[in-house]
Nanobody, 113 residues
């Protein structure tokens, strides 16, 4: 059984920072190739960032230069450092194991102007 547990969400003002964490419990092979997605109210879930099994990272254009994805393989934990946050970043953020198809429960990020 695999479980993804996210944390680190919260409420910040525009320009602030948050760091999201996602820890995988279960098969460690599911910790390779992981992604972050987000879903704002009334909108579809969208891709934010992913990291592949050789550490290459990818970002949606709207977060490039502001968000950084990283991974601590020893802790089976995925991170998303979010800087210069904007109100349009407000959403529920989800991590996903691309290898195994599991999703976390989500953590809420709210950015006020």
């Amino acid at each position: 059984q695999v479980q993804l547990v996210e944390s680190g969400g919260g409420s910040v003002q525009a320009g602030g920072s948050l760091r999201l964490s996602c820890t995988l419990f279960g098969y460690t092979s599911c910790a390779y190739r992981m992604s972050w997605y987000r879903q704002a109210p009334g909108k579809e879930r969208e891709f934010v960032s992913r990291i592949d099994d050789v550490g290459t990272s990818y970002y949606v254009d709207s977060v490039k230069g502001r968000f950084t994805i990283s991974q601590d393989n020893a802790k089976n934990t995925l991170y998303l450092q979010m800087n210069s946050l904007k109100p349009e970043d407000t959403a529920m953020y989800y991590c996903k194991s691309d290898n195994c198809g599991y999703w976390g429960q989500g953590t809420q990020v709210t950015v006020s102007s």
